[in-house]
């Protein structure tokens, strides 16, 4: 009889591992190699499968499921966005996710990614600024302040060179949890309470709020020439944080178009309005930031690409590691068409 330890096993990251993992790496190792294994995947945007992700809609959240594939590996993320989540004690997004080997289609990692995908989001935010944010941009304002928005600064910090966050949410015990969260960064914190306060001397700015519906964040006279504005919270039909005259000063850049004019802040212009896909300034074919009073905004929304290179460097780190646990997941009968026999047998 095939016993647990004789059947295939699936390596599974618990959230126990992923923060293990994170410790014993580092959380800015973690960050920087997260950017760089993105920006790599980027740079070979021709050999993935894409396609927007699919979205289950309620009236208080959104569940999705985000697929792609380079041809050797397979993987997906669960993520739910629920923005009512909060006040019930409870994530706004919450997530997992799992590779396959293609060749056998055999999973080859299950994941939590919760926690991974603050990291990949903060990655991913700071990779596209790296290229986007004004050169000597060191003061970042910080508006919601959230689950994501101590890994945001820290990968600014790490990432850009950002020296200064300035902090602004709705909910004060957010901003003095991200405060307290972000003593002995070696960031310069800034308390603020109103959004201009929070935007003095901000040539970075990142929205991360969390609302069901189209708010607006920043207006049009907030935003000065020279500004890079890494929109994260906008990221569903009906979900957006800026006015939409800001977009039409910004030179705007997204991951994937397809998807980013169903759910971003692009949303509200009309689908052949100019947008730069990442990938083409990672590569050189487009232009990132051209000029010193340009307005550049990264439209985010999250791509299932950054999932799948997050899903990959993580199941390298646990195995490299020896971080995680195996998971009794796949029937793998020693006679492969004796399935009943190995249910059979083990009564
Ligand atoms: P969260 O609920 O933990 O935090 C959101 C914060 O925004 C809260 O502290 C809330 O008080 C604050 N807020 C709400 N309205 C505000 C306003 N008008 N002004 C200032 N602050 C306001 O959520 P989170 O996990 O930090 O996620 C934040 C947002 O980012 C969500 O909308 C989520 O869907 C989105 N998100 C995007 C990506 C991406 O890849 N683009 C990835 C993860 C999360």
């Given at each position: ?38 920006e790599a995947d980027f740079l070979r945007w021709d050999s993935f499968d894409k396609t927007p992700r699919v979205a289950s809609h309620s009236p208080v959240g959104v569940i999705e499921l985000m697929p792609t594939s380079d ?31 293609v060749a056998t289609g055999y999973p080859v990692l299950l994941s939590e990614m919760t926690l991974l995908t603050a990291l990949r989001t903060a990655a991913m935010s700071a990779l596209a600024a790296r290229h986007l944010a ?198 793998d009968p020693d006679d492969p068409r004796d399935l009943y026999g190995m249910l059979h047998r083990a009564r």
């Amino acid at each position: 009889m095939n016993t647990p330890s004789q059947r295939a096993m699936v390596p599974f990251i618990s959230v126990e591992a992923m923060m293990q993992i994170v410790h014993k790496l580092g959380i800015r190792t973690v960050l920087r190699e997260l950017a760089n294994e993105i920006e790599a995947d980027f740079l070979r945007w021709d050999s993935f499968d894409k396609t927007p992700r699919v979205a289950s809609h309620s009236p208080v959240g959104v569940i999705e499921l985000m697929p792609t594939s380079d041809g050797a590996l397979y993987g997906f993320k669960y993520v739910n966005g629920h923005p009512k989540n909060m006040a019930d004690g409870l994530q706004t997004v919450t997530a997992f996710g799992l590779l396959a080997d293609v060749a056998t289609g055999y999973p080859v990692l299950l994941s939590e990614m919760t926690l991974l995908t603050a990291l990949r989001t903060a990655a991913m935010s700071a990779l596209a600024a790296r290229h986007l944010a004004p050169s000597g941009a060191m003061t970042m304002a910080m508006i919601g302040n959230g689950a994501q928005s101590e890994f945001q600064s820290l990968a600014f910090q790490e990432i850009v060179g950002v020296t200064d966050v300035r902090l602004y949410d709705i909910d004060p015990a957010a901003t003095a949890k991200c405060r307290r969260n972000l003593e002995g960064s070696g960031l310069n914190v800034i308390a603020c309470t109103s959004v201009e306060e929070a935007l003095e001397g901000a040539r970075i700015v990142t929205t991360c709020t969390a609302d069901k519906r189209a708010s607006t964040i920043l207006t049009d006279n907030m935003i000065g020439p020279g500004t890079h504005i890494n929109a994260v919270g906008g990221d569903c039909p009906g979900k957006t944080e800026l006015h939409r005259d800001i977009l039409l000063r910004s030179d705007i850049f997204v991951e994937y178009p397809e998807q980013t004019r169903i759910e971003g802040e692009i949303q509200q212009l009309p689908a052949d309005h100019a947008v730069t896909e990442l990938w083409q300034v990672f590569a050189g074919h487009a232009p990132g930031r051209r000029d010193k009073s340009q307005i550049t905004l990264f439209d985010s929304v999250g791509f299932a690409i950054e999932d799948f290179s997050a899903l990959r460097y993580i199941r390298r780190a646990a195995l490299e590691t020896g971080t995680y646990q195996e998971l009794d997941l796949l029937a793998d009968p020693d006679d492969p068409r004796d399935l009943y026999g190995m249910l059979h047998r083990a009564r």
